[in-house]
């Protein structure tokens, strides 16, 4: 049983977790900064801390993402709770909502659909940086709800929250700005072994994996005001597909966005 921080960093590299995972977890489950941990790897630990520990790395170990081991994921300013109901949120969908903020500059108290929240991610940053917006956060997971939900009221940020399949719940509501990350990757895709500790409803409806974006796509014109925008996440080789069902659906002004690593991920366009 590790006694000090050093003696617990070292149990976690025997076990294969990265050094800086294990830096984090440590700093983590004692309340401290990560260079206090560097600093300070002589600090004793009592056994509750030691078993906690223990305990974190193993999971670590097994391939459980950081942020389910800390609880925890930083998203456009925003510390969130995240577990295993909800997909952990990836710097790349930060594009998303800055395209969305651009959008919602300068109108007056826009409404505002985030279709498929998880953890509240999007609809949250939205809300945030456009505290004038009325923003609707949907998904068919209660779980994942009461997350976002918990997200909401910790961060006292005023989104309302309704269980819906994409529009089903949504009736003839109408919005400037409709918004979505939704589940896109294919259901062979060779990753998604290494992604099975998150919620597979979150990843992938199989097949091609565009049914969910076929869906948002084929329903938005009767949710969308006029001049609104649609703006959606998707894979790294799915924009082409993503602007051809737009441009079927007669959208205009259809653009796609690059994510951090330069690869097209976000697709929008507008109803005139």
């Known amino acids: 049983m590790p006694a000090t921080v050093a003696q617990a960093l070292t149990h976690a590299r025997v076990l294969g977790v990265d050094r800086l995972d294990a830096q984090l977890i440590v700093a983590h489950q004692l309340g401290q900064s990560r260079s206090w941990v560097i600093a300070h790897d002589d600090a004793g630990l009592d056994s509750l801390q030691s078993d906690a520990l223990q305990a974190a790395f193993a999971r670590r170990a097994a391939g459980e993402p950081l942020a389910y081991v800390l609880g925890e994921k930083e998203f456009h300013g925003l510390l969130l709770h995240v577990d295993a109901n909800v997909l952990v949120p990836r710097p790349d969908t930060e594009v998303l909502v800055d395209w969305a903020l651009e959008l919602l500059a300068g109108k007056a108290a826009p409404r505002v659909v985030d279709l498929g929240t998880g953890s509240?991610?999007?609809?949250?940053?939205?809300?945030?940086?456009?505290?004038?917006?009325?923003?609707?956060?949907?998904?068919?997971?209660?779980?994942?709800?009461e997350v976002a939900r918990a997200?909401?009221?910790?961060?006292?940020?005023?989104?309302?929250?309704a269980q819906s399949t994409w529009w089903a719940a949504l009736s003839d509501q109408r919005f400037e700005l409709v918004l979505s990350n939704p589940p896109y990757i294919a259901g062979g895709d060779p990753h998604l072994p290494?992604?099975?500790?998150?919620?597979?409803?979150?990843?992938?409806?199989?097949?091609?994996?565009?049914?969910?974006?076929?869906?948002?796509?084929?329903?938005a014109s009767a949710h969308m005001a006029p001049g609104g925008w649609l703006l959606l996440e998707h894979g790294y080789d799915q924009a082409e597909a993503v602007q051809a069902l737009l441009r079927v659906r007669g959208f205009d002004g259809i653009?796609?966005?690059?994510?951090?690593?330069?690869q097209p991920r976000c697709t929008g366009a507008h109803r005139q």
């Open 120 to 145: 509240g991610a999007i609809a949250l940053a939205v809300k945030r940086g456009c505290p004038d917006a009325a923003v609707l956060a949907t998904d068919i997971s209660a779980a994942a709800l």
């Open 151 to 161: 997200n909401a009221r910790r961060l006292a940020l005023d989104v309302a929250f």
């Open 194 to 219: 290494a992604l099975r500790h998150e919620p597979a409803l979150a990843l992938t409806p199989g097949g091609d994996g565009l049914d969910a974006l076929r869906e948002i796509v084929e329903g």
């Open 255 to 262: 653009a796609t966005r690059r994510d951090l690593g330069g």
